[in-house]
């Protein structure tokens, strides 16, 4: 299992944004002067992100170069994102909301959902985005938590799964509808848009005030609202510069939906404060239309995850062969471990490897990376990002002790970057646990090895304990992958009575195989192998597809609540359920 090193060229790393000294010349406040800031010593991301470029001359360079379902095709430049968000700024403000109101968006990945969440920004409220593909439950809890003043959707969206309740949300006051008409009681964008003044002082927000609210994937159990501020377009600024290589004019494409903190974070404001030019595809994974949207687009920069690569991986390397995907210079993945098998096929596919780096909602931005100039371990999630103290430690109660090299503990991270969030939307007692020892504990188990590279070894929850071993389900399911057969695994840990636990796999497989008995023995030996006989899976079950979030996480804790009989929990985000 155990992948050679990609050691990168001379060439290659000094073309990183990210050099050694650079890494050492690091500091917040420097990093902090690479944005122009606010008369005053204000701060707001918005201007951070649009206004600044123009001031500076660069109004018509394209910012925005978006791909419709139906093969439309749009281009904002900077200019234009600039006057939008200035009138959407306009029109929420002329009807009476404030800075510090709450501003939701349900919207498939439209130009508006853009110029919305910037001209929310801009105006000094509050931006929460959320999935379009949720149903009208987890759409009515998510706003009822954030209190929603107002609202930016579809129409169809309204009628289908927000009518029915919207009036007993008590805070809510405006329903604003993409397009050129609105169903009664809310407000058609287009027309209003138009009538709005195109000039629009931004607000003095503080660094301090709050920005963003993000609700975590509920992976783990019912999701969290993260609670993000100003400050943190200096970490957006940083890692878009130092973990994904932006450099102003770069070809960029995040293929994460705004509806989670990657696709605000790295699909919308890190990308546009450093000034690259980005794609958005409002269309979802196809993999046909990915390979030429890359080749086509001559994308440079691409941040995609484990699951679309998975996808792409199930497919088999002949269908990317016929594409030409020279443009590409820096490949990274989040959002779920990285298989070695997957950072090597990126690497013989594309020409380059997949970059692994690891953060959650609750950080704002990316914390631990590969970057361009560091040999890649595969399997590996990187080293911190400059400005980031990470540690491995274990906590008994309120003590936290350090573990360790080698050693398997909690991943921990020293408070004081910019986009750690402020707070868990009215979950005091829940955000304090999250603290202890000086530190802030992610939730996730992870190595450090001799080099300073982490590991992630899997989720707290997750984790299994067979026969006095600690063993993560990344660790299980990276061997399964390495099957010829297998696309997608799980694993879980059962109880059983002599061992503790007893490994359980959960695996879908490429096309082509079909489930048999021989198939599962033949499985269950290559995991025993590699893994040895205390952690291999005792069983292997065969599933079409994986119980996923709609980030497109594995949901390992409900196989297990399936498989126990317990009750399976909050499953708002869940995707695709074909067992
Ligand atoms: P919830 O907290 O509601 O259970 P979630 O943790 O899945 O949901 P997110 O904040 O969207 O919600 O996901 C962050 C988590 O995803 C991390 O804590 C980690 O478990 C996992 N993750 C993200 N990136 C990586 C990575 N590169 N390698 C391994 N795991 C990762
Ligand atoms: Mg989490």
Redesign the pocket.
């Known amino acids: 299992m155990v992948r050679p090193t990609i050691t990168k060229s001379a060439e290659e790393r000094a073309a990183a944004t990210l050099t050694d000294a650079v890494r050492r010349a690091f500091t917040w406040d420097k990093a902090r002067e690479m944005l122009d800031g606010l008369p005053g010593g204000g701060l707001n991301i918005a201007h951070e992100a649009v206004d600044r470029h123009v001031a500076a001359g660069h109004g018509a360079q394209e910012a925005i170069r978006w791909f419709g379902k139906d093969g439309s095709r749009r281009s904002l430049t900077y200019a234009d994102l600039a006057e939008r968000t200035a009138r959407f700024a306009s029109l929420i403000t002329d009807r009476g909301l404030r800075p510090g109101d709450r501003l939701f968006a349900i919207s498939d990945r439209v130009p508006e959902l853009y110029t919305a969440a910037l001209g929310t920004l801009k105006a000094g409220l509050v931006f929460s985005p959320l999935f379009s593909a949720f149903g009208p439950d987890p759409i009515r809890m998510r706003m009822e938590i954030g209190e929603a003043t107002a609202l930016v959707t579809d129409a169809g969206t309204y009628r289908r799964k927000i009518a029915a309740w919207r009036d007993q949300i008590p805070s809510l006051r405006l329903v604003l509808i993409i397009g050129d008409d609105a169903p009664e009681g809310c407000v058609a964008l287009a027309p209003a848009m138009a009538a709005a003044s195109a000039r629009f002082e931004v607000a003095q927000t503080r660094p301090e005030d709050p920005a963003l609210i993000?609700?975590?994937?509920?992976?783990?159990?019912?999701?969290?609202g993260?609670v993000h501020v100003h400050a943190a377009v200096v970490m957006h600024a940083e890692t878009g510069r130092y973990a994904l290589e932006m450099r102003p004019g770069t070809r960029y494409w995040c293929t994460a939906d705004p509806g989670?903190?990657?696709g605000t974070s790295y699909g919308i404001i890190a990308p546009l404060v450093n000034r690259v030019t980005m794609i958005v595809d409002e269309a979802d994974f196809d993999l046909g239309r990915w390979y030429s949207m890359l080749e086509r687009e001559r994308i440079a920069v691409w941040y995609t995850a484990?699951t679309a690569i998975r996808m792409m991986m199930r497919a088999g390397k002949d269908a990317a062969a016929a594409h030409d995907f020279s443009a590409l210079r820096f490949l990274a993945?989040?959002?779920?471990?990285?298989n070695p098998e997957a950072v090597v096929w990126g690497n013989e596919v594309f020409g380059r490897p997949f970059h692994?780096?690891?953060?959650?909602?609750?950080?704002g931005g990316i914390m631990?990376a590969n970057t361009r100039a560091m040999d890649i371990r595969p399997g590996s999630?990187g080293k911190p990002l400059p400005g980031v103290e990470a540690g491995i430690v274990r906590r008994e109660g309120d003590a936290v002790t350090d573990c360790a090299t080698g050693e398997i503990g909690e991943?921990a991270l020293r408070p004081g970057w910019p986009s750690m969030m402020r707070a868990y939307l009215n979950e005091e007692a829940r955000y304090r646990k999250c603290f202890a020892g000086g530190w802030y504990l992610?939730?996730?188990l992870a190595m450090r090895d001799g080099d300073g590279y982490f590991w992630?070894v899997?989720?707290a929850?997750d984790l299994i304990k067979s026969s006095g071993h600690l063993t993560g389900p990344?660790e299980v399911e990276s061997a399964l992958l390495e099957h010829p057969a297998v696309a997608e695994a799980a694993a879980i840990g059962l109880p059983d009575e002599t061992a503790g636990e007893v490994v359980k796999a959960y695996v879908a497989l490429k096309p082509g195989f079909v489930p048999s008995e021989a198939l599962e023995r033949e499985i269950r030996g290559l995991a025993r192998r590699k893994l040895g006989p205390a952690v291999a899976p005792r069983e292997v079950a065969f599933r079409k597809t994986l119980p996923k979030?709609r980030?497109g996480?594995i949901m390992r804790r409900l196989l297990k609540a399936r498989e126990l009989g317990l009750p399976e929990g909050d499953i708002s985000?869940l995707e695709s359920d074909e067992t």
């Open positions: 993000h609700f975590t994937s509920g992976t783990t159990g019912r999701p969290k993260a989670w903190v990657t484990p993945s989040v959002g779920e471990p990285l692994d780096n690891w953060w959650q909602t609750e950080t631990i999630m991943l992610t939730g996730d992630f899997g989720r929850d990344f979030t980030s996480k985000t």
